[in-house]
Structures are given as structure tokens and as C-alpha cells.
Nanobody
Framework: QVQVLESGGGLVQAGDSLRLSCTAS????????MGWSRQAPGKERDFVAA????????QYSDSVKGRFTISRDNAKNTVYLQMNGLKPEDTAVYYC??????????????????WGQGTQVTVSS
């Protein structure tokens, strides 16, 4: 059973930074790509960032490119999302996912993947 746990969310002001963490258990995450998505109130879940199993490849949505950085520490089974220059429109629940496929790229970030419960990020203006 794969368990995914996000942490690090909170209430910040515009321009501040946050670092989200995602720890997975029950699976050796070095074999899997991982990613972050977010869902704002009343909106669909949107892709934010993805990272390959080695960490050498990354992808970002246009809305966060240049402000957010995804990284991973496979020894700790953890993926991070460093968020700088936060804006009110970044307010959402942030979800982490472990891809369902060994060595798949990019992660599907669909219902077949393993998701956490999410962590709330609120950015005030």
C-alpha cells in the first residue's frame, strides 16, 4: 500500500515563500516520477510541476515557471516544492502524486497514480 503525505502549507502574504514536502511510503520512489497538482475553490485540479525519478528532468506549468522549483531526495523518499514569489492566485490545495508506472515520464497525475490528501496554501494580498 502506497501512502503519500503532504506538508508545509499555510497562510502567507503575497511575495512570501513556502516549501511543501511530500513523503511517500510503501514504495521505493526512486523508481517513479512524481508531481504536484493544485485545486483552487470551484476549479478543476491543475498540473503544477513534475520531476523524473532521478530528478534530472522537470516540468512546470507556465503559471509557476520561474517561481516554483521541484526537487527530490530519494534517500528520504521525499519530493519538495519550493514556492517563491507567491501570489493570491496560487491559493489552492496542493496535492502530491507518485506515478503508477515504473520509470514513466512524465507522471500521468491521473486517477491511477497515488495521491496524498493535500495541503492548503493560502496567499493573502
Amino acid at each position: 500500500q502506497v501512502q503519500v503525505l503532504e506538508s508545509g502549507g499555510g497562510l502567507v502574504q503575497a511575495g512570501d515563500s513556502l516549501r511543501l514536502s511530500c513523503t511517500a511510503s510503501g514504495r521505493t520512489i526512486s523508481l517513479y516520477s512524481m508531481g504536484w497538482s493544485r485545486q483552487a475553490p470551484g476549479k478543476e485540479r491543475d498540473f503544477v510541476a513534475a520531476i523524473s525519478r532521478s530528478g534530472h528532468r522537470t516540468q512546470y506549468s507556465d503559471s509557476v515557471k520561474g517561481r516554483f522549483t521541484i526537487s527530490r531526495d530519494n534517500a528520504k523518499n521525499t519530493v519538495y516544492l519550493q514556492m517563491n514569489g507567491l501570489k493570491p492566485e496560487d491559493t489552492a490545495v496542493y496535492y502530491c502524486a507518485v506515478d503508477s508506472r515504473v520509470a514513466g515520464w512524465p507522471p500521468l497525475l491521473d486517477e491511477n497514480d497515488y495521491w496524498g490528501q493535500g495541503t492548503q496554501v493560502t496567499v493573502s494580498s
